[in-house]
């Protein structure tokens, strides 16, 4: 990603332009994508929906007859209830640390399954800030980094998933992922995301998830074909399933902690 | 078995064309040719003569050698911007004779002037070893105010540009990795400054160039697609003089002159970019950003005597990108000892040491940094044996021992366990024969033979992984060991048929083994590649090249014309499973689909060489795809190097003696490229959905440039000129890249994204010399 907006920054001194285009895409045939998790203490929700055309604004196609099911690896299994629009949720069983799950979902008798450990949660333990000079600086107005801490399990080999929330946006405004090979035998880890910055007048809230080593793998591949600004270059590809070959999405179990956070005047 | 039968019968034939050359009583001409105002060697001199029925050229040396029978002879020395000298001898015994030839604009009332032999491209055997020289760069338009030989061959037929800016470039469907890049015999590793956009080639130190794109000679090896055989300059042998150039990105001086008058010489260039200064002076970016870039040639040339002459040649060169404490850099270093011998007037003998490095640093500040890299230490010999007038003979060997460091990740933090992507080690040799025989007076043949061998040592793991990726088995060689053998068998057939003296007709074949694979995440090349050897798991590559081509001179020679089709297969061309990451990625040979390719193209060209006018016309039609399995259900699907058309169209206008004008416009096809087909929702983003990879194309690519040129009065000795160039003079918004996301402003939407790099760049540069 550095060497990236490295590219970015002198294509920009050299008058770079980017403008939004029309362009013609086949229209692949609907297929189906899941996308389920269970978190701690919470139960299991199931979203099954179908692809649609890539220029589409309208709502996509949802499966709502299938089968969903979730077990855990003590042998408890319950059955998910559609509640409308692809939706399936859970009532019953709940998510516990150490338990691997493993989702069922059976569409049209062809049945998909993927399984997902939660692991020791991670604690937010102090949330900072620092200023950040920027990459050639874009505007006048200042901008932060965020210093975090978080809580490491060394024994475990545990992964990170952070998602920054600008202002009390819906959605994340970006994410990233961390892996225990960088932070080996340490209780606590600290570290600075470059990727994400903000300003004096943001409201920053940080989730961290802790996450087993598929939903690690499928968030950096999803990360790299979500976020292609400046690269491009490199083939994309659709993040691989822990459901089965041939389908989209995925399946994570996992725990999280939040944390929010302002610039304090001086 | 086969292997070993095939060379006897090789080596047979050789026995056989040795024992042909006898009857008539004969003596050897030999020596060098020199530009009489500089004392630098020429390279491909033509010499013949009056009968036009012997001739030969200088070598890379400017060394000729020619046996023709005893008695009066007159023989002519010809090149390209010089004059054509005569000379008289009676041959009673073996003769050296040094020429110094004058260039055409300083007009001395010597010996003779005659037309140079015009029609060189037409008894040339060499199938399409273009040759260029810095004359011809010269007055094409240049990029940000430089000169570049990498974007100059890239509007030449069959050689094309990956990506706009990049240097990069793919010959007749080969990948970047495919083309030996050579600096004075030192393979150069990366060739681009600043993220591609000018070459490491410094123009006022090269000499000249020759690209092979097919019937490539067998003293060449060890890349797939091509060789770029760059010289640099010697230095002058007789009177001290510089040049220099001062321009908007960057300013470049060489100094270059006698130590011993006609005995030793030097020349010393060096460059700087100063990009930085100038984004820093228009407000683009920080006080504290540092991007430039800097290199440096020099060379040492010593003649010892008529026998022996040494050379000494290195190239320097650093790119440096930092914002604070954070920062990048990368860079080449090559050195070059080279020994010329003469055994005999008809046996020369080229010695060479040489070392080449690549490598690129990441400096995280507090956090670590990262390097990665590779170094290559080579012993090469190379004689040259001018047999009898039909027969010339080039045989060698070479080895190279090359070291990869695939990538290290440091922490500062000592807490913090480092990530080590295990060294590498390999040794690469070869032994080459070739023969270039005359078959009467119109049809001669260069044939010629390479074994190469590659070795790759401990310590080290050779491990196997299933299909996900996931370790099955190590097995561990210590330090010296060998871990993996590869051999490499590699015929080249080059034949030349001279129909009459406007006309030939050249086909040649070739096999090429390449050991050595860039690991990169992109087709145009980047900095961060890595570069790995042929293992266990990867298998080199293998390329079979045919081609024919018919050569053509109209008008007294004042225009040539070719036309060319090849048709090549690839074997263990090289691509990778979906979402591979290749930095620092320990398993990266897991991840690593190999497969074939094929690739077959019509190329045409028209060139007027003389008069006012002066350029060229280049087409290409081709067609380049791979068949790999684990990509797109093991069908053939486009590469990304396929380009249907390519055309180029240069010319150079001189309306005076001081100014002159060029202009060229490229158009290509764009790239094969990997678009969703539709999308769809997870964990609240809009996630594209691709169904095939490269089933897309980019937008076409076109460009109109221009650049005038104004030479200065002459003041004395000191000589300047000025040149003013536009880049993308109409302004088209070529696509660098087309992203998919979602809208910033409603995350439900989704569109695309053209990012253009340069609209209308104009640049100028002031160039003096003395």
Redesign the interface.
């Given at each position: 990603m550095f060497f990236l907006s490295l590219s970015m920054l002198i294509g920009g001194s050299l008058q770079s332009c980017e403008e939004v285009i029309d362009i013609d895409l086949n229209d692949a045939d609907p297929k189906l994508s899941i996308d389920g998790q269970i978190t701690l203490n919470e139960t299991a929700t199931v979203q099954l929906s179908y692809t649609t055309s890539y220029f589409s604004e309208e709502e996509p196609q949802y499966e709502e007859s299938a089968t969903v099911s979730i077990s855990d690896s003590e042998g408890n299994s319950e059955t998910l209830i559609h509640k409308g629009k692809g939706l399936y949720e859970g009532s019953l069983m709940r998510g516990q640390v150490g338990m691997e799950y493993e989702l069922s979902v059976t569409v049209e008798e062809k049945t998909y399954k993927g399984s997902s450990q939660i692991l020791t949660p991670t604690e937010i333990l102090s949330l900072g800030y620092e200023k950040f000079d920027g990459f050639g600086g874009s505007g006048d107005e200042e901008e932060y980094n965020l210093i975090i801490t978080l809580k490491n399990n060394p024994n475990e080999e545990n992964y990170f998933l952070i998602k920054y929330y600008l202002n009390d946006e819906e959605k994340e405004d970006t994410y990233s992922v961390w892996s225990h090979e960088y932070f080996a035998n340490e209780e606590t880890i600290e570290f600075t995301p470059l990727r994400f910055s903000f300003t004096k007048e943001d409201v920053v809230t940080l989730v961290a998830y802790s996450i087993d080593e598929g939903t690690y793998d499928y968030y950096s591949q999803l990360e790299e074909i979500i976020d292609q600004e400046g690269g491009g270059s490199s083939t994309p590809f659709n993040p691989e399933s822990n459901m089965g070959e041939n389908i989209l999405g995925y399946f994570r179990a996992w725990s999280f902690d939040k944390q929010t956070v302002q610039i304090e005047e001086e | 078995m086969d292997f070993k039968r095939q060379i006897w019968a090789v080596l047979a034939l050789f026995f056989l064309i040795t024992l042909t050359a006898i009857a008539q009583e004969k003596y050897t001409i030999s020596g060098e040719v020199i530009d009489a105002e500089t004392g630098e060697a020429l390279i491909g001199v033509t010499i013949y003569t009056a009968d036009k029925t012997v001739g030969t050229m200088t070598n890379t040396y400017g060394f000729y050698s020619l046996t023709i029978p005893k008695g009066q002879q007159t023989i002519f020395y010809s090149f390209v911007g010089y004059k054509t000298q005569q000379r008289q001898i009676n041959l009673t015994a073996n003769q050296s004779i040094k020429i110094q030839l004058q260039t055409n604009q300083t007009a001395l009332n010597e010996v003779v002037v005659s037309a140079e032999k015009k029609d060189k491209n037409i008894a040339a055997t060499q199938m399409t070893g273009e040759k260029l020289d810095m004359k011809t760069i010269d007055k094409l338009p240049v990029l940000f105010g430089e000169r570049d030989v990498l974007k100059t061959i890239q509007l030449l037929p069959g050689i094309s540009t990956v990506?706009e800016g990049g240097n990069g470039f793919s010959v007749r469907g080969g990948s970047i990795d495919q083309n030996l890049i050579l600096l004075d015999e030192a393979p150069v590793y990366s060739a681009s400054h600043?993220?591609g956009?000018f070459s490491v080639f410094n123009a006022d130190a090269i000499k000249g160039m020759t690209v092979y794109k097919s019937g490539i000679p067998a003293n060449y090896g060890g890349r797939a697609a091509s060789v770029l055989d760059i010289t640099m300059r010697d230095g002058n042998m007789k009177k001290f003089q510089g040049a220099g150039g001062i321009g908007l990105l960057a300013s470049r001086l060489t100094l270059e002159g006698p130590i011993i008058q006609d005995k030793m010489s030097f020349i010393v260039s060096g460059r700087r970019s100063y990009?930085d200064l100038?984004?820093k002076g228009?407000n683009?970016?920080?006080g504290?950003?540092q991007?430039y870039f800097y290199d440096l040639n020099a060379k040492l040339n010593w003649k010892i005597n008529d026998n022996n002459r040494l050379f000494l040649s290195g190239y320097f060169g650093k790119d440096d990108?930092g914002?604070?404490d954070?920062g990048?850099d990368w860079g080449n270093t090559t050195a070059t000892l080279r020994w010329n011998h003469l055994f005999s007037s008809q046996l020369f003998s080229n010695t060479t040491a040489l070392y080449s490095e690549y490598d690129y640093g990441?400096n995280f500040g507090d956090n670590g940094s990262m390097s990665s890299g590779i170094k290559d230490i080579s012993l090469k010999q190379d004689f040259s044996w001018y047999a009898s007038p039909k027969n010339t003979l080039k045989f060698g060997l070479n080895a190279t021992y090359h070291t990869f460091y695939p990538g290290e990740f440091l922490?500062e933090d000592n807490?913090?366990?480092d990530?080590k992507v295990a060294e590498k080690q390999a040794l690469e040799s070869s032994i080459y024969i070739s023969n270039e025989q005359k078959l009467g007076t119109q049809l001669t043949l260069d044939y010629g033979l390479r074994a190469s061998m590659f070795n790759q040592f401990g310590a080290g793991n050779n491990t196997s992984y299933d299909n996900d990726n996931n370790i099955v088995e190590k097995e561990y060689f210590e330090k010296g060991e060998v871990m993996q053998s590869y051999y490499g068998f590699e015929p080249r057939i080059g034949l030349n048929y001279r129909m009459n003296s406007k006309s030939s007709l050249k086909a040649s074949y070739n096999r090429m083994v390449q050991y050595l694979h860039l690991m990169s995440?992109?087709?145009?090349g980047?900095?961060?590649d890595t570069w790995m050897p042929s293992t266990f798991n990867i298998e080199p590559t293998t390329v079979n090249q045919y081609s024919v081509g018919f050569f053509r001179n109209f008008m007294d020679n004042t225009f040539e014309f070719s036309a060319e089709t090849y048709y090549k297969t690839m074997n263990n061309i090289s691509?990778?499973k979906?979402?591979t990451?290749v930095m620092l990625n320990e398993d990266i040979e897991s991840y690593v689909l190999q497969g074939e390719g094929r690739s077959y193209g019509m190329e045409l060209y028209l060139k007027k060489k003389y008069g006012a006018f002066t350029g060229w016309i280049s087409y290409t039609l081709s067609n380049t795809d791979n068949k790999i399995e684990g990509i797109n259900n093991g069908d053939w699907y486009d590469s990304s190097y396929d380009k249907t058309h390519d055309v180029s169209i240069v010319t150079s206008y001189q309306f005076t003696d001081r100014v002159s004008v060029s202009a060229n416009w490229i158009f290509y096809t764009g790239n094969a490229v990997?678009?969703?087909?539709?999308?769809?929702?997870?964990?609240?983003?809009?996630?594209?959905?691709?169904?095939e990879?490269?089933?897309?194309r980019m937008p076409d690519y076109h460009r109109l440039d221009l650049n005038v040129h104004l030479e200065g009065k002459n003041k004395g000795r000191f000589r300047s000129s000025w040149d003013f160039s536009l880049y993308n003079l109409y302004n088209q918004?070529n696509a660098?890249?087309?992203?998919?996301?979602?809208n910033e402003n409603n995350?439900?939407?989704?569109?695309?994204?053209?990012?253009?790099?340069?609209?209308i760049?104009p640049s100028v540069t002031w160039n003096f010399k003395f």
């Open positions: - | 990506s600043l993220m956009f990009a100038m984004a228009a683009q970016i920080d504290d950003t991007m990108f914002f604070d954070l990048m990441f922490f807490s913090i366990s990530i995440n992109s087709t145009s980047q900095p961060t691509d990778y979906d979402g990451q990997t678009f969703p087909s539709g999308k769809y929702e997870f964990d609240g983003n809009q996630v594209p959905y691709y169904t990879r490269n089933g897309y918004m660098y890249t087309i992203n998919f996301r979602e995350p439900n939407v989704t569109e695309a994204v053209k990012l253009s790099l340069f609209g760049v």
